[in-house]
């Protein structure tokens, strides 16, 4: 069974703050990641896709690879109360359509 | 922008029903998905389709069936429905481009009594 587990939260995080949000994953075959932020009774949004290792930044947000160690991480910067959601990480197999497997998600807090 | 719209946002039906959820895209996009969301158990896909009239069973495809006669339209049949089908329900498609990113549809919260 392909799994896809993130650290379980709540996790809470002063406005400014880096939030830091954790992924691993247990598919070696997985080659694509996927972050998305979902509001509360809201669908998911996606705000970040990597597949190299190393750091790929968009604005306020660097996703974070390491295949060897099975690992990805989303990194906020100067974190907003418009920050708090939920966000789940994703892995993407090798199937047909390149089906996903979502983590249950870390519930973030950004304190004003 | 993408563009994935669901039929309903809000639906009740009583047991035994015959339930349909419709999916529309309007990027002509290959792959569409369907989810089902619940508390402390995420996301879990219940079926998917890369082509018309092509379809695969996902993780949880006990006790319901898709059709997808046209590319831009991804239905999801709950032939019977059951109290322990009461769920948030979400459609996602793709498009084989480099990453096959998914985009998802508002969902339909569905109440079965």
């Known amino acids: 069974q392909k799994e896809v587990e993130q650290n379980s939260g709540p996790l809470s995080v002063p406005e400014g703050a880096i939030a830091s949000l954790n992924c691993t994953y247990s598919?070696?075959?997985?080659?694509?990641f996927f972050w998305y932020r979902q509001y509360s009774g809201k669908s998911p949004e996606l705000i970040m896709s990597?597949?190299?290792?190393g750091d790929k930044e968009d604005g306020r947000f660097t996703a974070q690879l390491n295949k060897a160690s099975q690992y990805v991480s989303l990194l906020i910067r100067d974190s907003q109360p418009s920050d708090s959601a939920t966000y789940l990480c994703?892995?993407?197999?090798?199937?047909?359509?390149?089906?996903?497997?979502f983590g249950s998600g870390t519930q973030l807090t950004v304190l004003p | 922008d993408v563009k994935v719209t669901q039929s309903s946002r809000y639906l009740v039906k009583r047991t035994g029903e015959k339930v349909f959820l419709e999916c529309v895209q309007d990027?002509?996009?290959?792959?569409m998905f369907w989810y089902r969301q619940d508390p402390g158990l995420g996301l879990r896909l219940i079926y998917f389709?890369?082509?018309?009239?092509?379809?695969e069973k996902g993780d949880i495809p006990e006790g319901y069936s898709v059709s997808r006669e046209k590319k831009e339209r991804f239905s999801l049949i709950l032939e019977s429905a059951s109290t322990n089908q009461t769920s948030m329900y979400l459609c996602?498609?793709?498009?084989?481009?480099?990453?096959?990113?998914?985009?998802f549809g508002p969902g339909t919260r569905l109440t079965v009594t």
């Open positions: 389709s890369y082509d018309v009239k092509m379809k």
């Open positions: 990597i597949y190299s290792n």
């Open positions: 598919d070696r075959v997985s080659q694509s």
């Open positions: 996602a498609s793709s498009y084989p481009g480099q990453t096959y990113e998914q985009y």
């Open positions: 994703a892995a993407q197999n090798s199937g047909s359509a390149r089906q996903l497997t």
């Open positions: 990027m002509d996009h290959e792959n």
